[in-house]
């Protein structure tokens, strides 16, 4: 999808859930999907800090954290303590490089063991993690 679509969806979802299409909002979000990376609050807070008047680190956390809780963004679990997030949200897995941090997007879903997974609960989507060194660094490593 591209980034105008995106951004239209988000619009159009954010009114139906009933969340102000703030500018920071806006920009927080378009952000992230412009970044193919899965960037951390930090990295975001860095790249907006001089393009919006009066933004915060702490204004960023509030804006993911209120994106996150009506499911405009999510979160991506890593090896490493900081969280980062990903503007799509449909169901789709991540490779983590172990060397540089980048998570890529992947459109695999994993096969489960559908009767182990009703066995604990009624499963909504399940996503694998692939930890591994991406192709950037193993050519750096040549
Ligand atoms: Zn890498
Ligand atoms: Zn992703």
Do not use: W
């Not at 489960?112 to 591994?132: D, F, H, L, M, Q």
């Amino acid at each position: 999808m591209d980034l105008e679509r995106r951004v239209e969806e988000f619009k159009r979802k954010a009114r139906a859930l009933g969340l102000k299409v703030t500018p920071q909002r806006l920009a927080v979000y378009k952000a992230i999907a412009q970044r193919h990376d899965h960037p951390s609050a930090e990295e975001l807070f860095e790249e907006l800090k001089d393009k919006i008047e009066g933004i915060s680190l702490t204004t960023v956390y509030r804006t993911l954290s209120s994106l996150e809780s009506v499911g405009l963004v999510q979160r991506v679990p890593t090896l490493k303590d900081k969280v980062r997030y990903d503007a799509r949200v449909e169901p789709h897995s991540h490779f983590v490089c172990l060397k540089c941090g980048k998570i890529y997007d992947l459109d695999t879903i994993p096969k489960v063991n559908r009767k182990e997974v009703e066995s604990v609960g009624e499963p909504v989507s399940c996503t694998a993690i692939c930890y591994g060194i991406c192709k950037e660094c193993k050519g750096e490593e040549v």
